[in-house]
């Protein structure tokens, strides 16, 4: 069992940075492949970023290629997003989520989710 919590969400303007956490709970965490996403109103969840359990390995969504970096401290539990030049469009929900699975840009392989953290985005 893993249990999530995001945190770091916040109101900032274009161009500015955030930096999200995920805290995780429960003793399997290291073996998780973590994953962020988002989810806008009235859209549908959308891959952000995943990183490996191991951390070695990292892919992203095509938007946010350069800007977003997803690391992992597996020794704290806790996984990042350090979100840079922010855009309007960035404006979502984020979620932290763990998988098993390597196709972790389909959020249907995700077994853990937290609560979600606002970001919101101005120009």
């Known amino acids: 069992q893993v249990q999530l919590v995001e945190s770091g969400g916040g109101l900032v303007q274009a161009g500015d940075s955030l930096r999200l956490s995920c805290a995780a709970s429960?003793?399997?965490?290291?073996?998780?492949?973590m994953g962020w996403f988002r989810q806008a109103p009235g859209k549908e969840r959308e891959f952000v970023a995943a990183i490996s359990w191991s951390g070695s390995n990292t892919d992203y969504t095509d938007s946010v290629k350069g800007r977003f970096t997803i690391s992992r401290d597996n020794a704290n539990k806790m996984v990042y997003l350090q979100m840079n030049s922010l855009k309007p469009e960035d404006t979502a929900v984020y979620y932290c989520?763990?998988?098993?699975?390597?196709?972790?840009?389909?959020?249907?392989?995700?077994?853990?989710w937290g609560q979600g953290t606002q970001v919101t985005v101005s120009s």
């Open positions: 989520a763990g998988c098993r699975s390597v196709s972790w840009s389909v959020p249907d392989v995700y077994n853990y």
């Open positions: 429960g003793r399997t965490f290291s073996s998780y492949h």
